[in-house]
């Protein structure tokens, strides 16, 4: 059974095959639902279009969530293209990579700022202009990390900007329920992408999961698109303003020894 049949979603932060919004893309599409596209800067053009054509899109456009005429720009040409949508993907984070190193107390006004503009108030202005089209009611899907909850060595500033987001997709979804509107956050396991690339010491935390969560490995792009698809579709009509953890089970654990090393 197709479980998006005649849906519509929008979903902004592909970068490359790698990102986790491609996964997201994929089961959608596979799931019958049309797509578009929104990507941050210019230099990932290159890289988006062939996603896109891959999958039939045609509404793929560059937003810069930092400012308010760029998302009034893409929801305005939405508008045009398809109507209504039933779906919005917010898959975006940024954070200055010096904020993502050394102390958490060295994080400085501007990189603070930056991080939770870019993360966190774009999900409130995204949802705001994506409300007029979703007059039939809809489904608001974000991304989170366990780093919202708990001490991650070097996640520093980006823990703090994903608490603030999980606090906002309660608030938004308590906001746009009388709406018809779901708000949700799925909260992945580390996985490499293009963000994760290059952020020091990231292999060893992919081991250090792989050797501890429940499942003994880490998670794919895939398995963050299969939950994603549950939380879009109807299968999840009755769930809203919650964190959804794909983590191999990772979160659950309280002292996070693999048993094999207590004998
Ligand atoms: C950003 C980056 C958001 C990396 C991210 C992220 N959310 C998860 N990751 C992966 C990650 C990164 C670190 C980490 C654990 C997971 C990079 C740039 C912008 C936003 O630390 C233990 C640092």
Redesign the pocket.
């Known amino acids: 059974m197709k479980l998006l049949e005649g849906k519509k979603a929008l979903i902004f932060g592909l970068a490359n095959q790698r990102s986790i919004a491609w996964g997201i893309a994929q089961a959608f599409h596979e799931h019958g639902a049309e797509l578009g596209f929104s990507y941050a800067v210019p230099q990932l053009e290159r890289r988006v279009m062939p996603l896109a054509e891959q999958l039939g899109v045609n509404f793929v456009e560059i937003c810069d969530v930092t400012k308010d005429e760029d998302v009034t720009a893409v929801f305005h040409k939405a508008t045009d293209h398809f109507g209504n949508i039933d779906i919005l993907i917010h898959a975006i ?3 200055e990579r010096q904020d ?1 190193e050394g102390r958490f107390l060295n994080t400085s006004r501007s990189g603070f700022a930056t991080a939770l503009n870019v ?1 966190v108030y774009s999900l409130v202005a995204l949802s705001r202009a994506a409300k007029p089209l979703m007059a039939s009611g809809g489904s608001i899907l974000t991304l989170s ?1 366990y ?1 919202a909850e708990k001490v ?4 520093n500033v ?1 823990g703090v900007a994903k608490a603030a987001l999980e606090a906002s997709t309660r608030y938004l979804a308590a906001d746009l329920g009388p709406d018809g509107i779901r708000v949700n956050a799925i909260s992945a396991g ?1 996985i490499k992408t293009l ?2 690339a290059g ?1 020091a ?2 292999r060893k ?1 992919l081991g250090y999961v792989e050797e501890r969560a429940p499942l003994r490995r880490n998670i794919d792009q895939d398995e963050v698109g299969k939950s994603a698809l549950w939380l879009c579709s109807d299968l999840a009509s009755g769930v809203t303003g919650e964190v959804v953890y794909v983590d191999a089970g990772y979160h659950i654990l309280g002292m996070p020894e693999p048993p094999e090393k207590w004998e």
């Open positions: 984070a940024f954070a993502l993360s990390y780093g991650v060595p070097h996640y980006m580390p963000s994760a952020v010491g990231f935390m």
